[in-house]
């Protein structure tokens, strides 16, 4: 009777692991296990137990949780007292030098719990079980091995002595496909928590004979996982393990540091960031890079910075429970002076502009002896953080710093806007784990993004140039937002799962906030809907009172009406404050904004109630608030009524996508504006891993001279700041807003330089800004645009809301960008689309087998195509004829059956069970091969086969 390919596949695992250097040793059951784990223990510590001796140990070993025992297995020195009374340390793992334990393989052991058990393969260190691997047989489901390993979580792995519970890592494999997970314990373990192996490049690594085994289980990088790159999760009680692109990020930040110990002055060539898109964990990377960091010697501090408040106190709390005081966060500028002067606290928290402040005038003196200290700043968010002055300070302050930077979308030459690159601040990329490299793991959800087309111009209209359509006036109009409001109500509960999920609503500005709440309240009184809708702005103390149009379009019912008898307009603080006085109402809470820490204490309160684990508010409505940085995996839906692009849209839709459980399959946008072009460049950027991070910019001396230039021609239009009192014509006002605006650009670009300095200017910063203090008082009157008198189409419009279009993230989205592609004329066009859509093949693993195919469909078949409408239907078309081709090709080489092979494929794709090897070989019109032979042909044509689904049948369709 043959073996089954499932005993084939532990056979040879065992044989390439004895490879790597684990020594096979025979173990059936505990006791086994037990008397091996003292003869390994002794060879690891040099010494000999007695029985009784070794009693204690297992003493030692037998208390506490999965948890617990994780910390045991990592703490330094063991004590217990010898027979003849003296004192004996020893340890159970060198967590330090982690390359230096024992390592064993063993396979079949029997454990007797509930039930008995018997597991596949297990990797000892030390004589400890610490890496559990199952496996199934090559067409079943991984998942199966998963949900047996939650079996024996029960059943017995806390069996006699427990010593299953140090188990750290387990393994689960069907051969061709292959994923990791951590020990949780007594913790829920969802499948979505296991990962997929893969090399530096994010290609994955899943064949657990050819690539994983070699790469992940081989004894030192085991051992490191364990060692180093488990984080034990302090308030969870849970093993959390990196995933592969977190492990290649902090590697390159320890070996940029490590190369770079003493510095002898900053360099930005020494520095580096991190292209983690979000949604990926990296406040866990930040963490896991600043723990290992703060233990070098030479590195006194670990500084991570963030740019706002309520992130600093978020990242202490994440920080400190991966690790408990792990971190010291600063409660204010003199709090962070004197963490940075203690020398026992080695990770430090806290916002740039404290960062800022601690660098700046009076507090100078006060820093001035770790000024010279080498240090490790981590930037958050460093997209939007650093373009400023703070960088110029922070490198311009301290002499012997590294930065490092994370962000999900980097500023590169595309979205620079002629700014400052993330790489000219924080030096070349050291990783990249872009956004279709996450939603093929499955480590963020894809997105679902449903256009609402809101309005429809009547025919008559349509002879109206664009310059002469008031667009603004449509897309702000009332009955626009009444009827946007409407749908949210009516179609609410269905993107929320019945209110499972909660959602998010960004909108233009913050006057749209307060006309979309107010539309909101008011139809909740009426009794149209029991959203609870949540909402917070920023306001300034002598702000300009509403514009009395915008007003008079807010309903006001809810008021006694006396308060409004003399048309009193209101400023937003006071409107915001009967905000907060109805989100009080709505959840018996006592929030104020009276003072700047009680509006901090409302942004805390209003963030909580949509998090997880159970949100309370239904609509979060926002303008800008919360649009980065902002996690909730709660939230599952984003209404968005604003013009988004690149960076911040990205940001904004990924609010929406973190994994959560497996009833939250997407994140829904539902956009209320044609951003489908925006949408498609941004998702092409920031998927696209040769993107250009670089812009070739101007040397400061060459700014130097044209702000020199532009000051000469403002002199000219009015030689001094009374000067523009005089000018009485909008001609000549337009003159000097347009020339002293030239000079506010060059000087925002000159800023960016360590070498600025106001000497080289011919106006010192006084006049500059007297003459931009008239500048702003024009410029609200002035208008640059062209002048033509618009004309307002409200009365020729119909608002009523329709899906125009519903587009997901995945691979017949991509192949959507060839219809895109033969509809652009211009060759730098094409040009551009084309590389994009090669650039999305590429990072999109399912997708590289059909690259030739599409590109020839692009050199040869979309050529010929008149009628862009036709591209499906001849895609498909396409398709299918180099399908057949290839199957002819395939049944000719092989000498094929053509009915059965169609049949074995066509089960194949709908079982998606891979054929076995009798079946394969059953397809031959020539019988059978020789018992020497099966194998080999066996295999191939087993492989030629799955190439071929792979290419023709998974992934790829042409129509919508």
């Known amino acids: 009777m043959s073996k089954q390919s499932e005993q084939i596949l532990e056979s040879q695992l065992i044989d390439q692991l004895q490879k790597l250097g684990y020594k096979f040793v025979n173990i059936n059951n505990e006791k086994a296990l037990l008397i091996n784990l003292k003869t390994q223990l002794e060879k690891h510590n040099h010494i000999h137990f007695s029985d009784s001796e070794f009693e204690k140990v297992l003493n030692i070993l037998n208390k506490g949780s999965v948890f617990e025992k994780a910390k ?29 334990n024992e390592y064993q393989v063993t396979n079949q052991i029997t454990q007797e719990g509930k039930y008995e058990n018997r597991y596949d393969v297990t990797l000892l260190i030390n004589g400890l079980p610490l890496v559990q691997i199952e496996l199934k047989r090559i067409g079943l489901e991984m998942k199966e091995a998963f949900n047996q390993i939650n079996r024996y979580q029960k059943h017995s792995f806390g069996a006699g002595k427990g010593l299953f519970h140090f188990v750290q890592l387990f393994i689960i494999s069907n051969g061709v496909n292959t994923k990791y997970f951590s020990n949780f314990g007594v913790h829920k373990q969802e499948y979505l928590q296991t990962f997929h192996w893969t090399d530096e490049q994010n290609n994955p690594l899943n064949n657990i004979l050819n690539g994983f085994t070699d790469t992940f289980l081989e004894p030192c990088h085991i051992s490191k996982m364990i060692c180093k790159y488990i984080v034990l999760n302090e308030t969870e ?25 003493i510095l002898n002055g900053y360099s930005i060539e020494k520095n580096g960031y991190i292209w983690h898109t979000t949604g990926s964990g990296k406040t866990l990377t930040s963490f896991k890079a600043s723990q290992v960091l703060s233990k070098i010697p030479t590195i006194k501090k670990v500084v991570f910075v963030v740019d706002r408040k309520d992130l600093d106190s978020q ?12 971190v010291s966060s600063a409660t204010n500028t003199d709090d962070l002076i004197r963490k940075f002067t203690e020398p026992n606290v080695r990770i430090i928290v806290t916002t740039i502009q404290k960062l800022n402040n601690a660098i700046s005038g009076r507090n100078l003196l006060k820093m001035k002896s770790v000024k010279d200290e080498r240090m490790v700043f981590i930037f958050d968010e460093c997209h939007r953080s650093q373009f400023g002055d703070t960088h110029k300070n922070i490198v311009g302050y301290f002499t012997n710093i590294q930065l490092f930077g994370f962000t999900g979308t980097p500023i590169l030459a595309e979205n620079s806007d002629g700014e400052k690159t993330t790489t000219s601040l924080f030096g070349k990329c050291l990783h990249k784990y872009v956004i279709t490299d996450a939603i093929r793991d499955e480590n963020v959800l894809k997105f679902s993004i449903e256009y609402i087309q809101t309005f429809k111009k009547k025919d008559h209209i349509i002879d109206l140039k664009v310059e002469q359509i008031n667009e ?29 999920f909660c959602a998010m609503m960004c909108v233009q500005d913050i006057d749209a906030v307060i006309q979309y709440y107010e539309i909101f309240k008011r139809k909740k009184l009426n009794g149209e809907h029991n959203l609870k809708i949540t909402t917070i702005f920023s306001f300034t103390q002598n702000e300009e009172p509403i514009e009395e149009k915008m007003a008079s379009k807010l309903d006001l019912a809810a008021e006694p009406p006396a308060e409004y008898e003399s048309m009193y307009i209101p400023h937003r603080r006071e409107l915001l404050e009967k905000y907060v006085q109805d989100f009080n109402e709505m959840f018996g809470m006592a929030e104020n904004i009276r003072d700047t820490e009680g509006f901090y204490n409302y942004y805390n309160a209003v963030a909580k109630k949509s998090k997880h684990p159970k949100h309370e508010t239904d609509i979060l409505l926002v303008a800008n608030m919360f649009l980065t940085g902002y996690d909730s995996k709660n939230l599952n839906t984003l209404y968005v009524d604003k013009n988004l692009k690149y960076h911040g849209l990205i940001q904004a839709f990924s609010r929406t996508n973190r994994i959560l459980d497996k009833n939250k399959t997407q994140g829904n946008i ?14 092409t950027l920031f998927s696209n891993k040769e993107a250009i991070d670089e812009i070739i910019v101007e040397p400061y001396e060459k700014y130097v001279e044209q702000f020199n230039i532009a000051t000469e021609k403002l002199l000219k239009i009015v030689p001094e700041i009374d000067s523009v009192d005089g000018l009485y014509t909008e001609e000549d006002q337009l003159q000097f807003v347009k020339a002293f605006r030239d000079m506010i650009r060059l000087l925002k670009k000159m800023n960016h330089y360590t070498e600025f300095t106001w000497k080289d200017l011919e106006i010192d910063p006084d006049l500059f800004n007297g003459y931009s203090s008239k500048y702003q008082d024009l410029k609200e009157k002035i208008t640059i645009a062209p002048t033509t008198q618009k004309t307002s189409i409200l009365n020729d419009i119909d608002f009523e809301l329709e899906l125009i279009r519903r587009d997901t993230i995945n691979v017949t989205y991509i192949i959507q960008l060839l219809i895109k592609l033969k509809s652009k004329n211009n060759k730098k066009d094409k040009e551009s689309i084309e590389k994009e859509i090669f650039n999305l093949l590429n990072t ?23 009628d862009i ?17 290839a199957f002819e090709q395939l049944i ?35 019988g059978r091969p020789s018992i020497l032979e099966s194998k080999e042909v066996g295999n191939r044509v087993l492989n030629k086969i799955l190439a071929f689904t792979d290419t023709f049948v998974d992934g790829v369709v042409g129509k919508n």
């Open 72 to 100: 045991t297995l990592r703490e330094k020195k063991h004590h217990i007292i010898r027979d003849n009374g003296d004192n004996l340390y020893f340890e159970f793992l060198n967590v330090e030098h982690w390359c230096q």
């Open 237 to 261: 009680k849970s093993l959390m393990v990196l995933r592969p692109y977190q492990y290649y990020a902090v590697e390159s930040i320890i070996k940029k540091v490590t190369e770079n110990e």
């Open 315 to 326: 990242t202490s709390k994440e920080y400190n429970s991966f690790s408990k005081d792990c």
């Open 472 to 500: 603004s006036e449509v897309f702000e109009a009332p009955q626009r937002k009444e009827a946007i409001a409407d749908y949210i109500i009516q179609y609410h509960d269905q993107k929320t799962q019945n209110r499972d």
């Open 670 to 683: 539902i956009s209320f504006r044609n951003l489908k072009d925006r949408t498609d460049e941004a998702i």
């Open 844 to 866: 999109e693993v399912s997708l590289r087998s059909k690259r030739e195919l599409i590109e020839k469909f692009i050199q040869q078949g979309l050529v010929n195509i008149e």
């Open 869 to 885: 409408d036709t591209i499906p239907d001849e895609f498909e078309k396409f398709w299918n004829r180099e399908q057949i081709i």
């Open 892 to 926: 000719k080489t092989e000498n094929l059956s053509k009915e059965k092979t169609e049949k074995l494929i066509e089960n194949y794709f709908f079982t998606e069970r891979e054929p076995l090897r009798k079946e394969i070989l059953d397809l031959r019109l020539e």
